[in-house]
């Protein structure tokens, strides 16, 4: 929600849910307006009729139909007009003449028997793009169907079934039409038909599986797949991650975390991969209770799919290191760190895994207040980055962050500068500017903005990191909360009591008086 910037509306429409309640819509810092539309009335669903027929009145018995049979509903008007046409019960002037169980027919027999009439081809285009949802890919339909699908789109359209979006889509003319024809799909013909979606999603976008992959799973799963599901909500669960949608990344990540143990078992390789991933969201957003119970159980799978002693065990090793890094269990911390680094180094001495294990090892002892060894540590893994790897590389960025907090803690505000300056640069590129990963490094150059006294310039900065992380962690995570105290922290420092007073009340409604960085 950025409704204080510039004025966004976001239009949203959506039907009564089953009980007649409507879905909850109300983004963040928004202000919710509703427009309940009714059924039309008498007269409307008359001036409806009349268009759709091209006359100018209708008979009295017409009038009386449309009041007992349609009860208003605008989409029952058109589909009933249109079956009515097909099968001779209406003519040009509006004149029903219809058959004597005309009465338990519903909008939905009307709607599949219209379908029914058209060509076989055209049906079965009709079935497969309903399983792909309301809106679907004419070029995964094509797939789908193993041929072009061009002449039973246009025989679709031309019976208002669909309507073209242009750029290789197509969307359904109403959801009722989508969802009654897919309910007609039963048992293995609809789990046959899923596969086919999924195997011909993964050809169409076989160059970009991970954007598509959230749409992909829902077919394997639907398809009785849950081993390919598991995969694909996986991946997208780590795309979205990247992207720092966070809430998606873990919604996928929990289905992948179910559906991997339907398909292998709690002791299986794919479930203690999936189980891992949830660890490592977890443990990024600090929700630090979750992920440990997470991190234990990957690593049990990983030492009986592995054997205690494989080398596979390393990155489970590094990231419980890590945990117990960030958790304050600096011994136990230390020992998994170097097993994992001593198991790197066998493997490939300058690879970027061994300087990833040498930055978490130096970034335990600066937790410790050891900044010459961390240092020294710190600059080791980035020797072997700049000489091994591309100088862009996202992680080069984040040693540089990491030195520049070293240099800031020594005082070495010059050299923080020039060290944070590189990392953001670094991190734009690989992450995207308004990427909270590159957010973090703007803060901490913040601060050393703050702590020259450049005061203008380190609150255009903390206004700027702070913009960037609220909305994907939200008002109240930890990270968002150490820029909103710096703030604070800045305005008492200039004199601007009114201001600081904002950030103060801000730490206070969410139950944090201020909080440290890390």
């Known amino acids: 929600g950025g409704a204080e910037k510039g004025g966004i ?11 007649g309640s409507v879905p909850a819509l109300e983004p963040q810092n928004f202000s919710l307006h509703r427009l309940d539309l009714g059924p039309l009335n008498s007269h409307e669903a008359a001036d409806l009729h009349k268009a759709l027929l091209g006359v100018d009145a209708l008979p009295p018995a017409t009038l009386k139909i449309l009041k007992t ?22 003519n040009a002037r509006g004149e029903y003449n219809l058959p004597e169980d005309w009465e338990e027919f519903g909008v939905q027999d009307a709607l599949l028997q219209r379908i029914g009439s058209l060509s076989a081809k055209t049906r079965q285009s009709i079935y497969s793009a309903s399983v792909l949802g309301m809106r679907f890919n004419i070029n995964v339909l094509s797939q789908m169907l193993n041929t072009n699908a061009s002449r039973a789109l246009a025989h679709g359209s031309q019976n208002r079934i669909w309507n073209d979006l242009g750029e290789f889509f197509y969307i359904f003319s109403h959801v009722l039409i989508q969802e009654a024809v897919y309910a007609r799909i039963l048992g293995d013909e609809l789990r046959k038909l899923h596969l086919s979606a999924a195997q011909a999603l993964e050809k169409v976008h076989a160059l970009e599986l991970r954007e598509h992959a ?3 799973a829902p077919h394997y799963e639907k398809a009785s ?7 694909h909500y996986d991946q997208a669960a780590d795309h979205h991650w990247d992207k720092a949608f966070f809430d998606r990344a873990e ?12 398909a292998g078992g709690n002791d299986s390789r794919q479930y203690g991969e999936c189980v891992f991933h949830l660890a490592l969201l977890y443990h990024f957003l600090l929700r630090h209770q979750e992920a440990e119970p997470l991190y234990n159980e990957a690593m049990r799978i990983a030492r009986l799919v592995h054997g205690p002693r494989s080398a596979e065990l390393s990155p489970y090793l590094n990231n419980l290191g890590r945990f117990y890094k960030d958790t304050g269990r600096f011994a136990q911390s230390e020992k998994l760190l170097k097993r994992s680094l001593a198991i790197e180094r066998k493997k490939h001495p300058t690879s970027s895994n061994v300087a990833d294990r040498i930055n978490n090892l130096a970034h335990l002892y600066s937790l410790q207040k050891q900044f010459d060894k961390a240092e020294t540590w710190f600059l080791e893994a980035l020797r072997i980055m700049e000489e091994n790897c591309d100088p862009q590389h996202f992680f080069t960025g984040a040693l540089y962050s990491n030195l520049g907090n070293i240099y800031f803690e020594l005082g070495q505000l010059p050299r923080a500068q020039k060290f944070l300056n590189r ?3 670094i ?8 990427h909270p990963v590159t957010a973090q490094s703007i803060y901490y150059l913040g601060r050393v903005y703050h702590a020259r006294k450049r005061f203008k310039q380190a609150e255009s900065i903390y206004l700027k990191a702070l913009e960037i992380v609220r909305g994907p962690y939200g ?11 710096r703030l604070k922290e800045l305005y008492q420092d200039t004199g601007a009591p009114d201001k600081a007073s904002f950030y103060a009340n801000w730490l206070d409604q969410a139950g944090a008086g201020g909080t440290g960085d890390r």
């Open 9 to 19: 509306c976001i239009l949203a429409t959506s039907r009564q849910l089953e009980g």
């Open 69 to 90: 049979k349609l009860e208003g509903n605008l989409f029952s008007i058109e589909q009933g007009v249109a079956f009515c046409l097909e099968k001779g019960f209406l």
């Open 214 to 216: 959230e749409e992909i």
């Open 225 to 231: 797949l849950p081993g390919p599901a598991a995969y």
């Open 251 to 262: 919604a996928n990540m929990l289905k992948a975390v179910e559906l991997s143990a339907q």
């Open 423 to 425: 990392a953001v640069e």
């Open 427 to 434: 991190k734009s590129r690989a992450w995207g500017a308004d």
């Open 475 to 485: 008002q109240n995570h930890p990270r968002t909360l150490q820029v909103v105290t």
